[in-house]
């Protein structure tokens, strides 16, 4: 009976058990199903969770059972081997989709220039394209094998110039609040290095050209920063000083006292170009160039820069490039946020006071800019660009091409810019023109007329790429670049006569208002 007894009492403790278990899962349950009517369900896909909260705040629950449901992937646990020890775009390089990105061409221009040239830290780039187009007429009106044209001689004259503009600018919105966006644009970034073609086009009429070797590179002609720092700083300063004398009074008297001012600060800017650049050649002062031409004969020139500049101009060169006149080349660009066939200009952009021609843009498809691009190489000239040279490109191996890199087969969230249009990236920031190149070169189909390729020429030295030379494929084209500047006679009659509408303008903040 003591047995029975003992069995029948472990029976019910196993009973009240079962029961606990029992309740506790009905706990589980309800429970599971008050946090569910917190989530959203979605399909299961490359390893993430089937749910998400829609609690708007992030637990470490909710990332823990992420970081579990991902390395439960053994693609995803091999993903995290190869990226804590490597850079990401070394693992997702697609090495076999660029094969074909080859320094092969079908049309060239016979005077590519030559040597590459290097822009060191310094963000110039704008400067080298310009000077890299105009040095092959030059090259090829005096027989030179190699030559080079002073970028930093336009660097100095381009901040100077930059300086004054900023100040006229800031007199001008003085009337407006110090916290607006269109002073705040400007108090911005007053003299950085970076440019456009028409600014540069604005110092070559005003100032000339000089060889390399006659104004050479100075130590912060090739690393800038901190003289830029140096004279933003004093510019800010001046801007409050010049804002409080327009709004203090309106008399005859104080504007007189306020240009005078404005002339000191404009002499204390060039005090510091001038120590940390060097003296300038005069633009109308005669120069003397000693140089051996391509078959080695010696030569002595005395000219000004003024006069260098304007033999581009002169109708036996121009005859030889097919009628092309570096002078008067314009832009075009690829802003499919706005209607083709529109002429615009951004907002108080610019650098020279009074200058030849304010920015200006004609906006085009690409096939337009593609079939005007291959014009200019045909005639002999290179072609400068303005491009994203950020997006889809590697600097060592000199590839520009979207097959570069596949994000999505590391993170499964999609290929990153190439999600969004061109429109899209222009409109949330994520694209813009970041740097400015040279085209020489491109591979076109013989039977359909397409392009596929094309040769750049880069300004960061001989190491990146096949010694400084680039290729870009024509589909990264199509995605990451947005100007090209090309002489009025290779476009189309509709696309010269947009010059003479009234212009669009963009504001000052506006991405075709980026400085390459």
């Not at 403790?13 to 199903?33: I, P, S």
């Not at 320094?103 to 590519?112: A, G, L």
């Not at 390729?453 to 995605?479: H, I, K, L, Y």
Request: charged content about 20%; overall charge neutral.
């Amino acid at each position: 009976m003591g047995a029975g007894q003992s069995v029948q009492a472990q029976t019910r403790v196993e009973q009240r058990v079962v029961d606990q278990l029992r309740a506790m899962r009905l706990e589980d349950q309800v429970r599971q199903q008050e946090v569910e009517k917190e989530y959203i369900h979605i399909g299961h896909e490359k390893g993430l969770p089937q749910s998400y909260s829609v609690d708007p705040t992030i637990s470490v629950s909710q990332a823990s059972e992420w970081e579990k449901a991902l390395l439960a992937e053994p693609k995803n646990r091999l993903a995290l081997s190869a990226l804590l020890g490597n850079d990401v775009d070394t693992i997702v390089s697609q090495k076999v989709s660029t094969l074909a990105d080859t320094q092969t061409f079908n049309v060239k221009i016979p005077f590519e220039g030559a040597p590459i040239t290097n822009q060191r830290s310094s963000g110039r780039c704008w400067l080298f394209a310009t000077t890299n187009v105009h040095r092959v007429a030059i090259m090829k009106k005096h027989n030179l094998k190699d030559f080079e044209l002073s970028q930093a001689y336009l660097f100095f004259w381009d901040k100077l110039e930059k300086a004054n503009w900023f100040l006229e600018q800031i007199i001008d919105t003085a009337e407006q609040d110090l916290d607006s966006r269109l002073v705040q644009n400007l108090l911005g970034a007053p003299v950085n290095d970076g440019g456009q073609w028409d600014m540069a086009n604005n110092l070559v009429y005003k100032y000339g050209l000089v060889p390399q070797s006659l104004y050479p590179d100075s130590f912060n002609a090739m690393a800038s920063s901190k003289m830029g720092r140096l004279i933003t700083s004093k510019l800010r300063s001046d801007a409050l000083t010049l804002r409080s004398m327009v709004t203090s009074t309106k008399s005859s008297s104080s504007k007189q006292k306020l240009l005078a001012t404005k002339a000191r600060m404009m002499q204390e800017v060039h005090c510091i170009l001038t120590l940390m650049l060097g003296p300038l050649p005069k633009p109308d002062e005669a120069f003397t160039w000693e140089y051996y031409d391509a078959n080695g004969a010696f030569h002595k020139v005395q000219k000004t820069p003024l006069q260098l500049a304007r033999e581009l101009s002169a109708p036996a060169l121009t005859r030889s490039l097919a009628g092309a006149n570096v002078n008067n080349l314009f832009s075009l660009v690829n802003d499919p946020r706005h209607e083709y066939l529109a002429h615009m200009t951004v907002d108080r952009l610019g650098n020279v006071v009074g200058g030849y021609r304010p920015i200006t843009y004609i906006n085009v498809d690409m096939p337009t800019m593609k079939r005007a691009t291959i014009k200019m190489l045909r005639a002999g000239l290179p072609v400068f660009f303005g491009s994203d040279v950020g997006k889809f490109s590697n600097s060592t191996s000199g590839i520009m091409d979207t097959k570069l890199y596949d994000y999505d087969l590391a993170f499964g969230s999609g290929n990153g810019a190439l999600q969004m249009s061109k429109s899209q990236r222009l409109r949330v920031g994520e694209s813009a023109m970041t740097h400015a190149m040279v085209l020489t070169a491109v591979q076109v189909d013989e039977k359909t007329g397409q392009s596929i390729r094309w040769r750049v020429q880069n300004s960061w030295g001989a190491t990146p790429g096949s010694e400084g030379w680039f290729v870009m494929t024509d589909e990264w084209m199509d995605e990451f670049v947005y100007q090209v500047v090309v002489d009025p006679s290779f476009v189309e009659k509709e696309v010269r006569d947009c010059l003479k509408k009234e212009p669009m303008v963009l504001p000052l903040w506006d991405p075709m208002g980026a400085l390459a």
